[in-house]
């Protein structure tokens, strides 16, 4: 069983800079899909960004795009999420997610998450 641990998260300014990290255990997550999911007060779950194929494509959500970069190391079996120009709408909890089979911006296409991390994108 994938165990999924976040951490990074905190409270920052508009314009700052956070690196999300997504620890794995129990398993390994070498060759599958790794997400970035978050979710607002209120909110659905929306997705954030995804690593496929053990890292060889990336996507990501067009808000997220040229500030947000996912990254991994497979050999520490760890999943970076690095934000960078965070803005007030970047605030929310932010989940890893692991699939075993083919995922990208379904969250239910997931098999494993992590227990979120919050992140405060103040004014």
């Known amino acids: 069983q994938v165990q999924l641990m976040e951490s990074g998260g905190g409270l920052v300014q508009a314009g700052d800079s956070l690196r999300l990290s997504c620890a794995a255990s129990?398993?390994?997550?070498?060759?599958?899909?790794v997400g970035w999911f978050r979710q607002a007060p209120g909110k659905k779950r929306d997705f954030v960004a995804a690593?496929?194929?053990?890292?060889?494509?990336?996507y990501y959500t067009d808000s997220v795009k040229g500030r947000f970069t996912i990254s991994r190391d497979n050999a520490k079996n760890t999943v970076y999420l690095q934000m960078n120009s965070l803005i007030p709408e970047d605030t929310a909890v932010y989940y890893c997610?692991?699939?075993?089979?083919?995922?990208?911006?379904?969250?239910?296409?997931?098999?494993?998450w992590g227990q979120g991390t919050q992140v405060t994108v103040s004014s």
């Open positions: 129990g398993g390994t997550f070498s060759s599958d899909t």
């Open positions: 997610a692991a699939a075993t089979g083919w995922a990208l911006k379904d969250p239910r296409d997931y098999d494993y």
């Open positions: 690593s496929t194929w053990g890292g060889a494509s990336t």
